[in-house]
């Protein structure tokens, strides 16, 4: 149990910094590909935590009784408005490969990065 509540933890913090990332990139002028990053990361790790928190419960979080099941179908809802990861993915992919093998690091290095 006490893995599965790093494991979360790690994850509602690579989230948090996915959303300061997306926030940066916004107040920037809307750039677009650190916003791609963002939602895939934070959509990432909102499957992965909302997994483990039900695990943790045993599944129990499933049933009516148990309040669990309300954050989870919010989070399942909210990771494919806008497109899931695998879109904003692929998004983040097709311009790295554009970009060429030559330019693959300053890219990345670009995307969290203020231009």
Do not use: C
């Amino acid at each position: 149990m006490q893995q599965n509540l790093a494991v979360m933890a790690g994850q509602a913090a690579a989230a948090s910094a996915a959303a300061d990332l997306a926030v940066e990139a916004f107040a920037d002028g809307l750039r677009r590909l650190p916003i791609a990053a963002a939602k895939a990361r934070a959509g990432e790790a909102a499957g992965i935590a909302a997994a483990m928190a039900h695990q943790i419960h045993g599944a129990i979080g499933f049933t009516y009784e148990h309040r669990l099941h309300f954050f989870t179908k919010r989070l399942w809802s909210w990771r494919d408005e806008y497109g899931n990861e695998a879109e904003w993915n692929r998004l983040l992919g097709r311009h790295l490969a554009h970009a060429g093998a030559s330019r693959l690091w300053a890219e990345i290095i670009l995307l969290g990065a203020a231009e």
